[in-house]
Nanobody, 118 residues
Framework: EVQLVESGGGLVQPGGSLRLSCAAS????????MSWVRQAAGKGLEWVSF????????SYRDSVRGRFTISRDNAKKTLYLQMSSLNTEDTARYYC???????????WGQGTQVTVSS
């Protein structure tokens, strides 16, 4: 059974930082593309970042590029999203997903809430 379990969300002030983690199990993590996707209250899903399973290449949506960093530890089967210079527009539930926005997402975690507020 595939499982993706996110953690690390919380309440942070504007300008602050958080690191999200996603513990994966039930599939060969190292060879799978992984993504972070978020959803703000009342809005649709929004792709945030991607990391290639083979090359480790990364990509980001424009609004987070330079502030967020996606990474993975294949030995720990864990995906990360380091977020800095957070602003209120980053407030959302963040989901870890197996796959990519162009090939489709095969599995999702339950999400972790990030709230940026003073």
């Amino acid at each position: 059974e595939v499982q993706l379990v996110e953690s690390g969300g919380g309440l942070v002030q504007p300008g602050g930082s958080l690191r999200l983690s996603c513990a994966a199990s039930g599939f060969i993590f190292r060879s799978n593309d992984m993504s972070w996707v978020r959803q703000a209250a009342g809005k649709g899903l929004e792709w945030v970042s991607f990391i290639d399973g083979d090359t480790g290449d990364t990509s980001y949506r424009d609004s987070v590029r330079g502030r967020f960093t996606i990474s993975r530890d294949n030995a720990k089967k864990t995906l990360y999203l380091q977020m800095s210079s957070l602003n209120t527009e980053d407030t959302a539930r963040y989901y870890c997903a197996r796959g990519s926005s162009w090939s489709g997402y095969n599995d999702w975690g339950q999400g972790t809430q990030v709230t940026v507020s003073s």
